[in-house]
């Protein structure tokens, strides 16, 4: 609950065992912040960021927040693969502008580079599994106009670089490392 309520860090960081259920706290972190913070201009965009993209919409959109969001909150889908049920965007009802769009979750991942990110201005974000840790700087200065916050879950087994396990000894500043209890699943 820590991760979950947490509204002070920049960016928070949740750690946990395969089946922790670290996904699903995070995916209800992302419902919870879109649901209940006005985006600051229509149609802001909320990025949720997974290694691969079929990956990331299936599993963060597919098995989890399509099941959270209610279904009276969404205005409109634009599917990367309406086959498979995988959302390139998902438009949300704004909450105060009757017919405007807030929220936009947009669906990325991690192998279209930073490049892909370049120039845009977000509201916040979610990564899904280890980011390559650069990434991270580069989606943050996104959020610079807003302020926004973002987060991240991933199980630490076998971390690809030394950042990490350096970023959790001495965090940066505004990071936080939340831990779930994998004894009360």
Known sequence: TAFLNDRESDFAICLGG???GKTLV???KTARYVMETPPWRPR???WIIGEKLDQVCAV????KLANI???DSIADIRWHNSKAMHPKSVFLKHPTIPGEIGWVLEFK???QGIGSMKGYSIGGYWCNEEIPYQMVFEIQA????YGSPGWADFTPIECKGTEW???YEKPPDGWRFFHLNTLRN
């Open 26 to 28: 995070a995916a209800h």
């Open 142 to 145: 996104r959020c610079r106009e």
């Open 44 to 46: 802001l965009p909320f």
């Open 109 to 111: 991942s991690y192998e």
């Open 60 to 63: 963060c959109w597919g098995e």
């Open 69 to 71: 969001i209610p279904e």
């Open 165 to 167: 396990p350096d970023a």
């Open 18 to 20: 395969n089946g922790s």
